[in-house]
C-alpha cells in the first residue's frame, strides 16, 4: 500500500508540474486554486510557496512549489519535478519534456 502511494504521489507531482508549467510562463502569478478536469483533482498554490494537491476520494497531498524564469518547480514527498508552464488568462498549461500537456483551469470564488 505504501509503495501506491509513493507512485501517486509521483504521478500527482508530475501532473501538477505539467499542468502548472507551460513554455512560456515567467512572471504568471501561479497563486491560487487550478482544477484539472479530466482528472477530477484540484491544485491550489499559496503565496507562501506551499501546495495542497486534492484528489476526491483519496485525500490531500501538499508540498512546496517555486517559479522562476518561466519553469515551476514542485517537490512532494521528496520528489522533485520541473516543468516550463504558461498561463493565458484563467487557463494555466503544463509542458514537461516527454510528458503528455496537462491543462489546469483558474477556480473563480464565488460570492
Do not use: H
Not at 16 to 34: E, H, N, P, R
Not at 63 to 89: L, N, Q, R
Request: charged share 25%.
Amino acid at each position: 500500500m505504501l509503495k501506491f502511494f509513493r507512485v501517486l504521489s509521483v504521478a500527482v507531482l508530475l501532473i501538477a508540474v505539467v499542468l502548472a508549467i507551460g513554455a512560456c510562463g515567467g512572471g504568471d502569478d501561479v497563486t491560487g486554486k487550478w482544477s484539472d478536469p479530466t482528472m477530477n483533482m484540484t491544485y491550489e498554490f499559496k503565496s507562501d510557496g506551499s501546495m495542497v494537491v486534492a484528489m476526491p476520494g483519496i485525500g490531500e497531498m501538499t508540498g512546496t512549489y517555486e517559479t522562476s524564469g518561466g519553469k515551476i518547480e514542485i517537490d512532494m514527498m521528496g520528489e522533485k519535478v520541473s516543468a516550463p508552464y504558461k498561463i493565458d488568462g484563467d487557463t494555466m498549461t503544463i509542458s514537461p519534456e516527454g510528458e503528455a500537456q496537462v491543462v489546469l483551469e483558474r477556480e473563480v470564488e464565488r460570492e
